[in-house]
């Protein structure tokens, strides 16, 4: 399972709480460690190196567990160098293209962004959340829409959970 969307949409929220609730093995988005260990401004390199480290790690831990929760995935490095660059490394395309994903939770920017040195767009979410929700449906992945409040967002995952008759830990 993947979260993802625009900034400051709840994805890295939403990725620990279930994680930690039902005891699933969790892959980090490595952008923000990366981005801290470098000197900003940041370059499209940057951003292609983040993207191999991101993938290289969901397809460790998903050689390791039988299943695994990212906080983010290609699709959002993709966006990004879209957005910035005008075009992505050509292969993430591919890539993501071919992962093997349960479902997606996308998140909604119903949430007020907070500020963070590496954040960078406050104001155009809504249209970057169309922009994610376009290519969810472009390649037909399973998503599941995250909206609401904290509690709101917990009770759909607790929901799609049982869809997918992941229970509790013992």
């Known amino acids: 399972m993947v979260f993802t969307g625009p900034e400051s949409s709840g994805k890295t929220a939403g990725a620990e709480w279930l994680s930690t609730y039902y005891q699933i093995a969790l892959v980090p988005e490595i952008a923000r460690e990366y981005l801290n260990s470098i000197q900003l401004p940041y370059t499209k390199d940057d951003v292609t190196e983040i993207g191999i480290l991101q993938h290289k790690m969901e397809q460790t831990a998903a050689q390791i567990h039988q299943n ?64 994610y929700k376009q290519w969810l449906e472009a390649f037909n992945k399973p998503f599941v829409v995250l909206s609401g409040n904290e509690c709101d967002r917990q009770n759909m995952m607790h929901q799609v959970m049982k869809q997918f008759s992941i229970e509790l830990p013992k």
């Open 68 to 131: 695994i929760i990212c906080d983010t995935d290609l699709l959002t490095i993709i966006i990004w160098q879209e957005e910035k660059y005008g075009k992505a490394e050509p292969r993430f395309y591919i890539d993501w293209e071919n992962d093997k994903v349960d479902l997606y939770f996308l998140c909604t920017p119903d949430i007020p962004w907070e500020y963070d040195p590496l954040r960078e767009n406050p104001y155009d979410r809504d249209r970057l959340f169309m922009v």
